[in-house]
């Protein structure tokens, strides 16, 4: 079992999307699951030590940082986390950790970057406590001090039209009302945001997917995939295999905790 909290900053509500709280406190003393690609950018804060690792090769396992950021990633990878385990994450728009950052963010994809090499000096652990309320409240107001200015019209303009329709915006559509080429369009959103639209748009609505059929587990996989915007049932399990290696019937028979809650924030 996974105790999950979630707070919603309103001060910096433009940039951060979510902060959160997870404990571990399954029976079992190690959990494992594939983590899927969600689109987003994430640092997150280890309390207790030696309590996850990251499969890097076949039988071959890398213990994460205490604290790290984690980048945009285009396939699965699998996580195995120690029964205890306690973690905050600061959830980012896609678009929005170059507010923090200033840097490309298509250097950072599917990295796994120690937080004290990528910001120096950074005070956030002086804002974690043990108190998930307090430490939300913390991390909002120190937040606040750290985010400036710095994304693209065109980036501010689209984003907000790809995560409202859940990624089934047609992004030709976008690209032809910005006046911009499509390797100019393709470009700023390597930079500002990690991946092209395109690809950003498939993880939002394969997400999209997760969650919905997480709120319906009455409706049949086919249904879900229609009312979610897939073309047919093909598709769907394209996608699947795509960004989860794997059928929807066995994802979903898997029981993924994370990938489940974390589709849906």
Request: aromatic letters at 14%; a neutral charge; one cysteine or more.
């Amino acid at each position: 079992m996974i105790l999950f909290k979630n707070h919603i900053p309103v001060t910096i509500a433009k940039f951060v999307k979510s902060i959160w709280y997870m404990e571990l406190t399954t029976d079992d003393p190690v959990y494992e699951e594939e983590i899927i690609p969600d689109g987003h950018h994430e640092l997150i804060f280890y309390l207790t030590s030696s309590c996850s690792q990251r499969q890097v090769g076949a039988n071959m396992w890398k213990e994460e940082p205490y604290a790290l950021l984690a980048g945009q990633t285009r396939e699965c990878y699998r996580l195995k986390m120690f029964s205890g385990a306690k973690l905050y994450g600061i959830r980012f728009f896609p678009h929005t950790l170059y507010h923090l950052l200033n840097l490309p963010l298509h250097s950072l994809n599917s990295a796994v970057l120690p937080l004290d090499e990528l910001m120096p000096g950074h005070g956030f652990w002086n804002h974690i406590t043990d108190n998930p309320e307090q430490t939300f409240q913390n991390i909002e107001k120190y937040l606040a001090g750290l985010l400036t200015p710095g994304s693209n019209p065109y980036i501010e303009y689209s984003l907000p039209q790809i995560l409202n329709s859940n990624g089934t915006v047609a992004v030709g559509d976008l690209v032809k009302k910005s006046g911009i080429t499509t390797k100019h369009y393709d470009d700023l959103f390597k930079k500002y945001v990690g991946i092209t639209p395109k690809y950003l748009c498939a993880i939002l609505k394969f997400n999209f997917f997760i969650s919905y059929k997480r709120c319906y587990p009455e409706k049949t996989l086919t249904e879900c995939a229609y009312e979610v915007g897939y073309y047919d049932q093909s598709h769907l399990i394209k996608a699947f295999y795509q960004f989860a290696q794997t059928s929807p019937g066995k994802y979903f028979d898997s029981n993924p905790i994370i990938g489940q809650q974390f589709a849906g924030l």
